[in-house]
């Protein structure tokens, strides 16, 4: 899921303070940001799962719940200190011994009035940095044909699409095709650059986030 634009992003005219950081708690102003920066995603036609915002306490209630969630790990971007975006990171569960090498990278997104700083690229990277840490060798997702800004980041850090789904997702009584990726992480992962133009795509044809 990502609330990218396939436009270039614009560069900002003046310095901002940009973070990226894992969360383990909301203080402060995080849980009213977080849901802000989420609703401006999905109006953006983010991918962000929900096709139009929930009440504001549904919101609420999903972002404190992916706090409670061993398994799941939750990164956010933040642009003058006030969260723009997130992504997460979801390891499989102890009973899933035989995927227990494999991570997803999942409801990623950036509220369109944060592009063109960085943060989006950033907070894949964190991801692959959790995920490495914790002794992950592989990184999944998958994400709408839409989302094409997050694609092409994907495409640049080196991500394989190896797989497409017409029926993906039903968006405004439409299917949106959908285009499954993996990485292998590696102590120095290959860029797109390094992988050239088969690397991209693996010779085919994102997370939802």
């Not at 614009?10 to 849901?35: K, Y």
């Not at 592009?115 to 998958?142: C, H, I, K, P, S």
Request: hydrophobic letters at 40%; aromatic letters at 8%.
């Amino acid at each position: 899921m990502t609330a990218e634009s396939a436009d270039p992003d614009p560069q900002p005219e003046t310095q901002a303070e940009t973070a990226v950081e894992g969360l383990t708690e909301l203080v402060g102003g995080d849980l009213h940001d977080i849901c802000d920066a989420a609703e401006a995603a999905i109006l953006d036609g983010g991918g962000f799962g929900w096709l139009r915002p929930p009440p504001r306490h549904v919101m609420e209630i999903y972002w404190k719940g992916v706090l409670l969630v061993p398994e799941r790990e939750l990164f956010v971007a933040r642009l003058d200190r006030v969260i723009a975006g997130s992504a997460q990171l979801m390891r499989p569960p102890r009973n899933n011994e035989a995927q227990a090498l494999t991570g997803q990278l999942t409801t990623f997104f950036m509220a369109p009035w944060a592009r063109g700083f960085g943060l989006a690229r950033r907070l894949v990277e964190a991801v692959e940095t959790a995920a490495r840490d914790a002794g992950l060798q592989v990184l999944n997702l998958d994400v709408r044909e839409t989302q094409e800004r997050a694609i092409e980041i994907y495409h640049q850090l080196g991500y394989q699409r190896w797989g497409t789904h017409k029926n993906y997702a039903c968006v405004d009584g439409r299917w949106v095709t959908g285009f499954y990726y993996a990485k292998e992480l590696g102590a120095e992962d290959l860029s797109a650059e390094d992988l050239g133009a088969e690397g991209l795509d693996g010779g085919g044809a994102a997370p939802d986030t």
